[in-house]
C-alpha cells in the first residue's frame, strides 16, 4: 500500500478544461472519496491516477514514485469499474485470477489465492459460474475479487456501485469499508452520491467544474463547507442561503440582516462593503415567535422522524429540519431564528466561505 | 404468467399467419432462379432449350462433365478405332461423336475465386477491425471527416473508376494478377468494413480493455485478448458481406483479367458448347459457384442471426 500524491493536475480535452489545478494528498491506508455532479471532472482525475489518461500537466506521485506518465500496468494498482468490466467469455476463477496470468504468476499460486479472494469476498461457491448469469452485488464481489487477488497499491473505484439498487447499495457500502479496514488498502472511490461520500471516506474531495472545491473529513465538509458549491452540494435538502449585503470587520459576531441583527461565529477577516450570503443547515433552523426572519409556510414533507418545512420568507424558500410532532398549517405566518454558532458567510462573488470562529473547531481549521 | 388476450406487442394468430404466408411467397420468389439452375445443371443440352421448358426430364451429369472438359468432335470411324471409354463422362463424350480433349480452365478459375475472395475478405477484415478500434478508441484528429471520407469512397458505382483503375493496374503491372484482384476488392470492401465493424467496437465497453492494461497487458494485447473475442459477431457478419462481394464481382473482373487471374463470374456465362451456348453446363458451374459462399454462410449463421441487426440487440 502506498501514499498517493497529486499535485497540480491539469486536464484539457481540446478546448474543454476537465481538471484545473487537482492538489490532494491520500495517506497510505486512507479512503478518500472524489465527490462531485457529472462532469466535474472527478472521474478523469481517478482516470489519470490510474493511467488510463495523461495528464496535460502535474505530477502524480505513488508512493513517493513519479509516475505519471507511467503506463496503467506498470502502476500496480486495481481500478473497478462502475459496469465491473467483467470478461464475460470467463468464469469467476478465472475473471478474478486473470490479473495474476498477465502478471505471470504460476497456476498452483493463482489458485491459491483466488480461493483466498473468494473467502473474504464470501463468493467461494460461485467460483466456477459464468460470470453472466451474476447479480449485480455477486458482479460487483467478482470485480472486487479481481482487484483484492493482486495486492496492489492501491484501490480506484469509478462509482462501483452505481449500478446496483439501493438495498444492494447500503449493504456493499459497509461490505467495501470492512473490506478496505481489513486491507488497510489507499482507495480513491469517485462518486456522485454524497451519502456513499459520508458513509465510507476517510476524507472526501469535493469537485465542481474541474476545481476541487474543499478536501476534508465528511463532518468538516458538512458543518464547515469552504464554498458556495459545497454547501449547495452536500446535504439533503442543501444548506439555506440568505443574500445580504454589508461589510465585516475582523472580530465581528454581528451582520446586518434587513432591519434585524443576526449573531453569527466571530469573524476572522476584515471585509468591504459587498454581496454576501448567509448559509444556514436546515436543522439550524428553529421555529420561535420572536424570530429574526419571518414568513409564511409553504408545505411540509414527512421524513418519518423528522419533517422538512418550506417556509417562503424575503429571502427566498427556507427548508427548516424540524421533530415530526409538530404541525404546521399551509399559510400560517411563523418566525424563524438560526442557531448562531453553525453560521456560515459566503462572499458572493468567489462563493469562498469566509473566515470564521466556525472553522477553528474542525481538524483542518 | 398467461399471454394476454389483446397484447399490444405480440401481433395476433392472423397477423402471424399473414407474415408466414408472405415470407413463403418471398422465398418460393428468390428461390425460383435457384432451382431452375439447379434443375438445368441435370438436363441434357436439348432439354435445356426445349419449349416448353421441362420439368420432368431424364437427369444427366453431361453438364458437369462439359464443364470440366473440353472436347472435341471425332468421326464414328475414329472413336471405333479408341480402347474402351475411360469413365462416365467419356462415354456421354462418345455417344455425341466427341472425344475429351482435356480439363476445361472451369478449376483453375474457380481456385482464382477462392483465393482472390478469401484473401480480399481477409485483408478487408483485418484492416477494418485495426481501424474501426482506432476510430472507436482514440482522439483522432478529424475523425468525423475522415469517417465521412471513408463512407464517401461507396457514394459511386465502383465501376464508375474502371477506366482509370484498368490504366494504373497496366501501368503498374497488377492487371490479370491476383494480387491486384485482392487489393481491388479490398479496397472496396475496407470501406464497408470499417463502418459496420465500428459499430461493433463502439458497443463493447472500454471498461473491458482497460481493466485488462491495468491488469498487466499492453494495449495491443487488450485488443487481441479482450476485444476480439468480444467482437466475432461483427466480424463474422462483416467477413460474409465481403466475401460475398468479393465472390459475386463481375464488372472489374472482366475488366482486369482474362487469362491468369480470371475468377469464376466472367468465366461461367461464356462456357461455349456445340452450336452455342451450353447451359447444362452455365448451370452446372453456377451451382457449384453457389456452394462456398452457402457453406461459408451457414458455418457462421449463428453469428450472423445476431450480427446482422449490427450489434442492436446484444445482451
Known sequence: MAQIRVEALDKSFGTFHAVKSANFTVEDGQFLCLLGPSGCGKTTTLRMIAGLELPTSGTIRLGGEDVTMNRASARDIAFVFQLFALYPHMNVRKNIGFPLKCEGVGQAEIERRVVEAARILRITELLDSPVSGLAGGDRQRVALGRAIVRKPKCFLMDEPLGALDTEMRDAMIRELRALHDRLGATTVYVTHDQLEAMAMADTIAVMNHGVVEQVASPRDIYDRPASLFVADFIGSPPMNFLPFRGGLATGAQVIRLGEREVAIPTAREALPDSDLVLGVRPEHVRFTDRGMVRGEVYGAEYLGTTQIVTVTTRYGALKARTPAHLTFRTGETVGLDFRPDTLSIFDKASGRAIRTALHEGGAHG | ?315
Open chain 2, 1 to 315: 404468467m398467461t399471454v394476454a388476450a389483446h397484447s399490444v406487442v405480440d401481433p395476433t394468430p392472423r397477423t402471424r399467419r399473414f407474415a408466414g404466408a408472405l415470407v413463403i411467397v418471398y422465398a418460393v420468389i428468390t428461390m425460383i432462379p435457384l432451382a431452375w439452375i439447379f434443375l438445368t445443371s441435370f438436363k441434357s443440352p436439348d432439354d435445356a432449350i426445349s419449349y416448353p421448358p421441362k420439368i420432368i426430364f431424364q437427369p444427366s451429369l453431361e453438364g458437369y462433365c462439359n464443364l470440366f472438359t473440353t472436347r472435341s468432335r471425332q468421326t464414328p470411324d475414329f472413336i471405333q478405332t479408341l480402347g474402351p471409354p475411360q469413365g462416365m463422362c467419356d462415354d456421354i463424350a462418345r455417344s455425341r461423336n466427341m472425344v475429351i480433349a482435356g480439363p476445361s480452365n472451369y478449376l483453375p478459375r474457380f481456385v482464382n475465386s477462392l483465393i482472390i475472395a478469401f484473401g480480399s475478405t481477409v485483408l478487408a477484415v483485418a484492416l477494418g477491425t485495426l481501424s474501426a478500434y482506432g476510430f472507436s478508441r482514440f482522439r483522432v484528429p478529424l475523425k468525423e471527416d475522415l469517417l465521412f471520407f471513408i463512407l464517401s469512397t461507396r457514394m459511386m458505382p465502383p465501376i464508375a473508376v474502371a477506366i482509370p483503375i484498368y490504366l494504373m493496374y497496366r501501368a503498374v503491372g497488377l492487371s490479370d494478377t491476383r494480387l491486384g484482384m485482392i487489393l481491388l476488392y479490398t479496397s472496396v470492401n475496407v470501406s464497408l468494413a470499417v463502418w459496420l465493424l465500428k459499430g461493433f467496437i463502439d458497443e463493447i465497453p472500454r471498461e473491458y480493455e482497460e481493466a485488462a492494461m491495468i491488469d498487466g497487458y499492453t494495449r495491443f494485447q487488450a485488443f487481441v485478448r479482450v476485444v476480439l473475442p468480444q467482437a466475432t459477431t461483427g466480424i463474422a457478419a462483416t467477413a460474409i458481406f465481403c466475401l460475398i462481394f468479393a465472390w459475386n464481382e463481375y464488372a472489374f473482373a472482366v475488366l482486369l483479367t482474362s487469362g491468369n487471374a480470371q475468377t469464376s463470374p466472367p468465366f461461367i456465362p461464356i462456357i461455349i458448347g456445340e452450336g452455342g451456348q451450353d447451359w447444362p453446363a452455365v448451370a452446372a458451374g453456377t451451382t457449384l459457384f453457389l456452394v462456398p459462399i452457402v457453406v461459408f454462410t451457414v458455418l457462421l449463421r449463428k453469428h450472423l442471426l445476431r450480427g446482422i441487426t449490427f450489434g442492436a440487440v446484444r445482451k
